[in-house]
């Protein structure tokens, strides 16, 4: 998706997996929502499980090569949706956009 070239932008979603919806979740998650996101153009990156700390449990990143789709895609009825269905899986949700940068970030 970006063939000789870093991403300007990552999006990190940061959440807790609610303890009774942690299948839903993984079925959604990899069945429907990262595929989904890639097909829109925010292709993942990486996620990170965090188990130590007074943190969200998980951290997803996806690329973005610009301000303008990255909030285009936000804006999309479609994505709405699916966000919206993500949170019915999670507690303590969180969405930002950030300046690209090499490794974690958070």
Same mark, same amino acid.
């Given at each position: 998706m970006f063939p000789n070239a870093q991403p300007a932008y990552k999006v990190l979603m940061t959440y807790d997996i609610l303890?009774?919806? #942690?299948?839903a979740y993984y079925r959604y998650v990899? +069945? @429907? &929502?990262?595929? *989904?996101?890639?097909?829109?153009g925010l292709p993942m990156l990486s996620a990170w499980h965090v188990t130590y700390g007074m943190y969200p449990q998980r951290l997803l990143e996806f690329a973005c090569d610009?301000?303008?789709k990255a909030h285009?895609? &936000?804006?999309?009825?479609? /994505?709405?949706r699916m966000e919206d269905?993500?949170?019915?899986?999670t507690q303590n $949700? @969180?969405? *930002?956009?950030?300046? /690209?940068?090499? +490794? &974690? #970030? $958070?």
């Open positions: 303890h009774d919806k #942690q299948e990899l +069945g @429907e &929502f990262v595929p *989904r996101l890639r097909n829109m610009s301000r303008g285009a895609i &936000f804006i999309d009825p479609a /994505y709405r269905r993500l949170k019915s899986y $949700f @969180e969405r *930002r956009l950030v300046l /690209y940068r090499e +490794g &974690f #970030q $958070f």
